[in-house]
């Protein structure tokens, strides 16, 4: 892991960075300017820049978790840099967790994982971004005039695909949870209850919150749900965890 940490690292990953951060400070003195000529006011472009920067901080924590989890693989650049940019925690966990797990059969975090392992794991998750860069900007217009045809003739059949495509994303997460886990140590392979019960209490939270912005019209509550169940849900494996459950 030395090899992570080293100073050469800490250059490329700040060069990219800085990228970035010039890259959004330029839109966003754009956006500002292009705001003025269409004549809004100072006060409703820094109410907006404010509540903006406000609620992009919850949805951030989702971030910060999956940071910490791929840290213990990458280092804290590297895992910084694929959150940073192109990465998103549904797609860079599971990625790196089926090649060092499945792959090499180690969990993330174990002791025995070398530098061969994370620069596979670093390919898979950088090949795997490429696709939908390329699909985006070919085959999105042609995609959509296609869901456009499908509406036009009947909206239900839209509706359905939409709803399929998205139970079987959460199908792919849950054979996560649902799968045996075998013990480094001792050789035991178990499914684990305690993930199980993580799962549905997260389900659970996520449920109440979309009842509660529903039901009482709190739309505030949108750009929090996420968070907020994934915090509580880790506070219950806490819990779960110190009641023996595992």
Do not use: H
């Not at 509540?51 to 590297?78: C, D, Q």
């Amino acid at each position: 892991m030395d090899f992570l940490n080293v100073w050469w690292v800490y250059l490329i990953v700040g060069i990219i960075f800085l990228y970035v951060l010039t890259q959004s400070t330029v839109f966003l003195l754009k956006a500002r300017k292009r705001a003025i000529e269409l004549e809004f006011t100072k006060e409703q472009i820094r109410k907006t820049i404010t509540s903006s920067m406000i609620f992009s901080i919850a949805p951030s924590m989702a971030i910060l978790f999956g940071l910490v989890i791929l840290t213990k693989v990458f280092g804290p650049m590297v895992a910084g840099l694929r959150l940073g940019t192109l990465g998103a925690l549904t797609y860079e966990l599971p990625a790196a967790t089926n090649v060092i797990k499945g792959v090499f059969g180690l969990n993330i975090g174990s002791a025995s994982i070398t530098p061969d392992m994370i620069v596979t794991a670093l390919w898979v998750m950088t090949l795997g971004c490429i696709p939908p860069l390329l699909i985006v900007p070919l085959f999105l217009k042609k995609i959509s005039k296609k869901f456009d045809q499908i509406k036009e003739k009947d909206s239900t059949w839209k509706n359905i695909m939409m709803d399929a495509l998205f139970l079987g994303m959460i199908s792919a997460f849950v054979g996560y949870v649902v799968a045996p886990i075998t013990n480094e140590v001792t050789n035991e392979t178990y499914i684990s209850i305690l993930a199980i019960l993580v799962l549905l209490s997260s389900a659970g939270l996520i449920i109440i919150f979309g009842f509660i912005i529903k039901k009482y019209k709190q739309e505030w509550l949108k750009n929090y749900a996420l968070p907020l169940s994934m915090m509580s849900s880790m506070a219950l494996a806490l819990l779960y965890a110190l009641l023996g459950v595992r």
